[in-house]
């Protein structure tokens, strides 16, 4: 058997994979087994901040590896140390919890909302509101605190105290968001799974200054978004808002397993000895890699991630097969005017162009160094497949 029919047999049927079996990339290119080369404008789902096997990521991961590549948290680590100095220096943060995932990051966030509201307001002060059509995660929690409904129907009863309300609507938010029973009210500025929605700058703000008025905490969900992803180091610095927490995940180590819940000042304090813990979280070898990410996320790499985003934009601008572009930054949706967006990726893939989909759109999220010329290549590789009819 091949690897294909292999994994079929042997490994869970959660995923719809495509028929592409990578075996080694470099930079923006994957490799399949048969050789051919695709230009990958995924990422891993925005993993691969810096593509296929960069030399800084690498030289940094096996330097670790060669040093030590485990200890529990009951002992200390440079590379853990030095990414969460870097993370706080960035973001003007207090603190930083380490875990494995998004999920898992927006499982300590909410935690720490919980907790903060129980001390400050008490015990029946629980509620977490999110908005309809967001994403945060699998576990039975954070999928609670998804708000899309397909995603609860199999798995009831979800983690109680949980409330979603519409974008861009503050009458809504406000009657739902009691201050009395609120504990937090948990955001992305641009939904990915949910379609690369972009929130309305003035709702963001409004619903901050709603959430500082009324001691009602303010996470943002960055797992997606963060790390540079949107030109901005995280995208709520876009909105000029200030969160209490924030949690991240995907690029953050360029291709291995982490997740951060970072804790602004009202919380930094939140937990004490025991209230939370993870085996993994900030492994080592993981830590090694996200500080070389991290540390080279300048103003001016920044800035060229933005100018390739806007690049993508007026790309498709006067397109008439283009029905919408939405995002921000190197996290670009495109909605075909004519087309499944799903055939439009199973056409770029017979072509040499990995994309995604959200929803009824194109997904966009290829690595943040991305030369030029590549992208070019991939967006004429698109657009003809999204005028093929």
């Given at each position: 058997?091949?690897?294909?029919?292999?994994?079929?047999?042997?490994?869970?049927?959660?995923?719809?994979?495509?028929?592409v079996?990578?075996?080694?990339g470099?930079?923006?290119?994957?490799?399949?087994?048969?050789?051919k080369?695709?230009?990958?404008?995924?990422?891993?789902?925005?993993?691969?901040?810096?593509?296929y096997?960069?030399?800084?990521?690498?030289?940094?991961?096996?330097?670790?590896?060669?040093?030590?590549?485990?200890?529990?948290?009951l002992?200390?680590?440079?590379?853990?140390?030095?990414?969460?100095?870097?993370l706080?220096?960035?973001?003007?943060?207090?603190k930083v919890?380490?875990?494995?995932?998004?999920?898992?990051?927006?499982?300590?966030?909410?935690?720490?909302?919980r907790?903060?509201?129980?001390?400050?307001?008490?015990?029946?002060?629980?509620?977490i509101?999110?908005?309809?059509?967001?994403?945060?995660?699998?576990?039975?929690t954070t999928?609670?605190?998804?708000?899309?409904?397909?995603y609860?129907?199999?798995?009831?009863?979800?983690t109680p105290?949980?409330?979603?309300?519409?974008?861009?609507?503050?009458e809504?938010?406000?009657?739902?968001?009691?201050?009395k029973?609120?504990?937090?009210?948990?955001?992305?500025?641009?939904q990915?799974?949910?379609g690369?929605?972009?929130l309305?700058?003035?709702?963001?703000?409004a619903?901050?200054?709603?959430?500082?008025?009324?001691?009602?905490?303010?996470?943002?969900?960055?797992?997606?978004?963060?790390?540079?992803?949107?030109?901005?180091?995280?995208?709520?610095?876009?909105?000029d808002?200030?969160?209490?927490?924030?949690?991240t995940?995907?690029?953050?180590?360029g291709?291995?397993?982490?997740?951060?819940?970072?804790?602004?000042?009202?919380?930094q304090?939140?937990?004490?000895?025991?209230?939370?813990?993870?085996?993994?979280?900030?492994?080592?070898?993981?830590?090694?890699?996200?500080?070389?990410?991290?540390?080279?996320?300048d103003?001016?790499f920044?800035?060229?991630?933005?100018?390739?985003?806007?690049?993508?934009?007026?790309?498709?601008?006067?397109?008439?097969?283009?029905e919408?572009?939405?995002?921000?930054?190197?996290?670009?949706?495109?909605?075909?005017?004519?087309?499944?967006?799903?055939?439009?990726?199973?056409?770029?893939?017979?072509k040499?162009?990995?994309?995604?989909?959200?929803?009824?759109?194109?997904?966009?999220?290829?690595?943040?160094?991305?030369?030029?010329?590549?992208?070019?290549?991939?967006?004429?590789?698109?657009?003809?497949?999204?005028n093929?009819?």
């Open positions: 058997m091949n690897i294909q029919e292999k994994d079929k047999q042997y490994i869970a049927s959660t995923y719809n994979r495509f028929p079996t990578i075996v080694s470099k930079g923006s290119i994957a490799v399949d087994e048969n050789g080369k695709y230009i990958d404008m995924g990422a891993g789902i925005g993993v691969t901040s810096f593509g096997c960069d030399e800084v990521w690498q030289n940094a991961v096996t330097e670790q590896i060669h040093m030590v590549q485990h200890t529990s948290n002992y200390y680590t440079e590379p853990c140390t030095k990414l969460a100095e870097l706080v220096e960035k973001t003007g943060m207090s919890f380490f875990s494995n995932s998004g999920a898992e990051a927006n499982e300590c966030a909410i935690k720490v909302a907790k903060y509201a129980a001390e400050k307001k008490g015990k029946d002060c629980y509620n509101v999110t908005l309809w059509n967001g994403f945060h995660g699998r576990t039975l999928l609670a605190a998804t708000g899309q409904e397909h609860h129907e199999l798995f009831q009863p979800l105290g949980f409330k979603h309300v519409h974008v861009g609507d503050m809504e938010l406000k009657s739902v968001a009691d201050p029973n609120t504990a937090a009210v948990m955001i992305e500025c641009i990915g799974e949910g690369v929605n972009v309305p700058p003035e709702y963001v703000k619903l901050a200054t709603y959430c500082k008025e009324n001691d009602i905490l303010l996470i943002v969900d960055e797992v997606q978004t963060g790390n540079g992803r949107t030109g901005k180091f995280y995208s709520y610095m876009n909105y808002i200030k969160p209490d927490i924030v949690s995940a995907k690029g953050l180590a291709g291995l397993p982490m997740g951060a819940t970072l804790l602004g000042e009202k919380v304090n939140v937990f004490g000895f025991g209230d939370h813990g993870s085996t993994f979280g900030g492994n080592p070898v993981a830590a090694a890699g996200a500080v070389s990410i991290v540390k080279r996320m103003s001016k920044l800035d060229d991630v933005k100018q390739k985003g806007d690049f993508i934009k007026d790309f498709f601008k006067d397109d008439s097969n283009v919408q572009i939405s995002g921000i930054g190197l996290m670009v949706g495109i909605k075909p005017a004519n087309k499944p967006a799903a055939d439009v990726v199973k056409e770029c893939i017979e040499g162009v990995l994309c995604l989909t959200a929803k009824d759109k194109v997904r966009l999220l290829p690595p943040l160094n991305i030369p030029m010329d590549t992208l070019k290549e991939a967006l004429i590789v698109l657009k003809s497949s999204l093929q009819r």
